[in-house]
């Protein structure tokens, strides 16, 4: 992180310390758990929208605080997800890089979900 | 089924229940969270393989037989493996065109890891 952590206020240190795993240890059995939740799976979406900042207070808005904490946590803790500090909030971001490097193609077809035929 | 059920012994009437969504019943999230598990992801892996005959006694043989009973239900529920009966046993299959239909390119890129660079 570049910084001494016992120097930050303890709201810093807090949020600095939230863990991401490095692409490398991005397991593919945690990154599907994480999809696999119809809650999770919509802020993935909003994620996806190209061009729209997104951060923990403009996410999930229909669910009580705790519920959305514990989901961003597990997209951010299986790789899905990207929270950096900024300011006061945190921006989240979609790992699409890093996913596709190890499992190219997986996001965009969890995302593209083709019309059933008739 | 085509058959009356009450016409068969009652083992091949339990063999004939299982059950298997359609197609347009399919959910990702339940897809997700069945390949989330690694001993199920293997199964699907072995199930993978082109020109391999799989049956419920030649999958997984690692673990106990309960214990894959509950894995193979889990994919069959959520309509990633086909179960059919072949006399007294079961022939497994990846429902991979299914899948594919719904989400092309999922079900490839789940089990296409690529190296990590280093």
């Known amino acids: 992180m570049g ?3 016992s120097a930050l206020p303890r709201y810093a ?3 600095a310390e939230f863990e991401h795993p490095a692409v490398e240890d991005i397991e593919v ?3 599907l758990f994480a999809l696999s939740d119809p809650a999770r799976l919509d ?3 909003q994620l996806a929208v190209p061009g729209e900042l997104a951060t923990c207070q403009s996410v999930a808005l229909d669910m009580p605080k705790s519920t959305r904490s514990h989901h961003l946590k597990v997209l ?3 790789g899905v997800v990207l929270s950096e500090p900024r300011g006061r909030e945190r921006l989240l971001s979609l790992r699409r890089d890093d996913l596709d490097s190890r ?4 996001l965009t077809a969890v995302l593209a ?3 059933v035929a008739t």
Not at 103 to 106: D, E, F
């Open 113 to 115: 979900e083709q019309p």
């Open 43 to 45: 802020i993935v979406r």
């Open 13 to 15: 240190r807090t949020v």
């Open 3 to 5: 910084f001494e952590p």
């Open 76 to 78: 951010r803790e299986s």
């Open 29 to 31: 059995s945690a990154v």
């Open 103 to 106: 499992w190219p193609g997986l």
